[in-house]
């Protein structure tokens, strides 16, 4: 079996494999061209001051660090802008998530209309773009009518320290915004709900599982993949959004013509890389959470197998050493003779 | 939970009726109380009503707040300026009042901007449709060298932030003459590189994969080559994952508007372009609505609440008219490209 998998494709299976580029030639081209590229370049120009010249069009004087020296010791925006961003994606992230689930699991259940409440629950997905929900919010229909959110505040504000207070009080006045936004992975969540065996479920329940078990011990472990999924969707789409302050500010900066240090392209350009950065390690550290455990029987059976390999060691460590020992005994023996 | 005495113990129960099920009744002392715990909580077998009225009411309530905006919207952007002052009006409308309507209409020029706005969603749309059928085919069918590789950098590219590319971007659009046009979203598009195409990509590597091997090596035993295969095999069998992918990528183009602002209407001033998308609009509306108010002579009302709220209806109409229509192809996207396949 191993071998026929190693075995190489013949010949004409290689050439015909090769076709395979030419099918995905124009990414290929717009991967090298609008991607790798530009983001090589935008690194250059993040070393550099731009100057839009009407005569000589973009002027560079390479300053080497200075840009990303004054991102974070002289702009007074951008380090508050991403200190907020961030602490709204570690708050908005596990609400969203974990909304999307709660509603596809009562989506899942027996109930009538099911298709109604799905249709409902998709809408804001077609209408939320970034102005409509600047529009809301500056509207005051982000929050919900019945709920005060001044005596929320108040009540934060008093018992935690000022950063946490402000971003948990955010969450609260915007809470529909957060609700609308989760509105893809119910429909991710639902999908893979649907997917489980129920055969499973029904085995639990004769061994005298609760469904709070089988929450626990089975749901959770076999969607694990799609709240994976729905983290890293629920980053993107909050890194991407405009009510994101850090994406305008970007783009204010790029036009700005301070030219004094505080604008022009590569300013920009610097600012978009720390951003970058920061957003692939919200990533990773979100993938590196969900992903890296395996299942507790999986684990032991590793660590199982680990232990035998060493008391194998250890037992052939003693057994060539006895040998030794038997050898030398037998010589001194001998030299004594 | 424990059962009373059964009373269906027949002594000769007739084979038709066995196949009935058998409906259980507690009737000893102080039943009703399990009985009724059983209806709120069920059993193992079947979910209790108490359960079932949770469930309603919670997906009720938070349907209303779901909707809540939306409804705020429409009620406030029919509503006069007296209405809006007056307290005793929470939700209806003392008439239903249009102006609110004609004036964003007015300011946003608003069939103008609706057909911009389609033909920058639609044309490059298209292309997506088109080009990451293509490329997902390619990525499915073939097993060629470094394919690992490359599938690793469609999602970089994915995770990647666009403000990171953008100002080399930017300069070399401007360098090529294509920005402030509908070309700086058409050359992306045909280079596989549009709004979202990575999620795209991989809907279709998705839905290709499915696609039994046989099907094609019987196509290219009858003499069809790569792209007949392709056109006559793999593309009538993925009309589903088609339409997903054309609806969803006219949504979010449609609904883009930092993008679009940057690259199709201009950030400048606006005037260097003569696109205009109905989102973009409606994020500079409170000065279009001034100018427009000025212009107008007095005519125009000057700008309030409700004119903002029409205005943000008027934007979101053509889509929400096109959801209510294809409702079915937008819930059931999810399963039906089977993206929670793996």
């Known amino acids: 079996m191993k071998k026929q998998k190693k075995m190489k494709p013949g010949r004409l299976k290689r050439r015909e494999n090769m076709m395979g580029y030419v099918f995905i030639l124009p990414w290929l081209i717009g991967l090298l061209g609008l991607v790798l590229y530009p983001l090589v370049e935008s690194f250059r120009y993040s070393l550099n001051r731009i100057i839009m010249n009407p005569m000589l069009g973009r002027v560079m004087t390479p300053v080497q660090f200075e840009n990303y020296r004054n991102i974070f010791l002289v702009d007074t925006d951008f380090v508050f802008q991403l200190e907020n961003y961030l602490l709204q994606t570690a708050l908005a992230v596990p609400v969203i998530v974990a909304f999307a689930l709660i509603i ?11 298709g109604f409440f799905r249709l409902i629950f998709f809408l804001p997905v077609i209408i939320a773009s970034g102005p409509v929900m600047n529009q809301l919010t500056s509207q005051g229909a982000a929050s919900i009518p019945m709920m005060n959110v001044q005596m929320i505040t108040g009540i934060f504000e008093e018992y935690l320290p000022r950063v946490l207070a402000t971003a948990l009080s955010s969450v609260f006045s915007n809470i529909i915004m957060l609700l609308w936004y989760s509105g893809v992975q119910i429909l991710i969540f639902l999908a893979a709900l649907q997917k489980i065996d129920s055969s499973l479920y029904e085995a639990a329940k004769i061994d005298g599982g609760s469904s709070w078990e089988c929450f626990w011990k089975i749901t959770i472990p076999t969607i694990k993949p799609m709240i994976l999924l729905n983290a890293v969707y629920t980053i993107i789409f909050m890194s991407n959004t405009e009510t994101n302050g850090i994406i305008n500010l970007i783009s204010t900066r790029m036009f700005s013509s301070a030219g004094g240090g505080a604008g022009g392209y ?11 950065i920061v957003v692939t390690l919200l990533v990773v550290v979100m993938a590196a959470l969900l992903m890296g455990r395996k299942d507790i029987y999986a684990r032991r059976a590793k660590k199982f197998r680990k232990e035998q390999k060493k008391q194998e060691k250890l037992a052939k460590k003693f057994r060539r050493r006895g040998e030794k020992n038997a050898k030398r005994i037998a010589k001194n023996a001998n030299k004594a003779a | 939970m424990q059962n009373g005495s059964q009373k269906t113990q027949t002594k000769q129960p007739k084979p038709a009726k066995q196949l009935k099920p058998v409906k259980q009744r507690l009737s000893y002392k102080g039943a009703w109380k399990d009985r009724l715990k059983k209806f709120v909580f069920g059993s193992k077998e079947k979910e209790g009503a108490g359960k079932q009225i949770v469930v309603y009411i919670l997906l009720i309530s938070i349907g209303f707040v779901y909707l809540y905006p939306l409804l705020y919207m429409i009620s406030r952007s029919f509503m006069t300026v007296n209405d809006l002052l007056d307290s005793s009006i929470q939700w209806l409308p003392t008439t239903a009042y249009i102006d609110n309507y004609k004036n964003a209409a007015r300011a946003m020029d608003f069939w103008k901007t609706f057909g911009d706005s389609g033909l920058v969603a639609g044309g490059p749309s298209l292309i997506n449709v088109v080009i990451c059928a293509i490329v997902g085919y390619g990525f499915a069918r073939y097993e060629f060298p470094g394919k690992k590789v490359l599938m690793g950098l469609l999602i970089f590219s994915f995770i990647l932030p666009p403000q990171i590319t953008m100002m080399p971007t930017y300069a070399f659009y401007t360098d090529i003459g294509i920005v402030n046009s509908l070309k700086a979203f058409v050359i992306p598009s045909i280079l596989g590189q549009g709004l979202k195409a990575q999620i795209f990509i991989l809907i279709f590597w998705q839905f290709f994969r ?97 004119i903002k709220m029409a205005g943000t209806m008027l934007s979101i109409l053509p889509l929400l008219i096109m959801y209510f229509v294809l409702q079915r192809q937008f819930v059931e996207s999810v399963d039906r490209t089977g993206i929670t396949g793996e």
């Open chain 2, 210 to 306: 499915q696609v039994p091997q046989a099907l094609i090596e019987a196509a290219k035993i009858d003499g069809a080559g790569h792209f007949k295969s392709f056109a006559r095999i793999a593309i009538p069998s993925a009309a589903p994952a088609i339409l997903v992918v054309f609806l969803f990528s006219i949504v979010w183009y449609w609904n883009e508007s930092y993008l679009t602002q940057l690259y199709v209407v201009g950030v400048t001033g606006g005037s260097e372009s003569t696109l205009s998308t109905l989102v973009v609009s409606l994020k500079t509306f409170d000065t279009a609505y001034t100018t427009a108010a000025s212009q107008s002579g007095g005519t125009m009302v000057s700008i309030n609440e409700n």
């Open chain 1, 104 to 114: 596809a699991m009562m989506l899942n259940g027996k109930i009538r209309m099911k």
């Open chain 1, 266 to 276: 590569g300013y920009a350009a610097a600012m978009a890389w720390c951003y970058s």
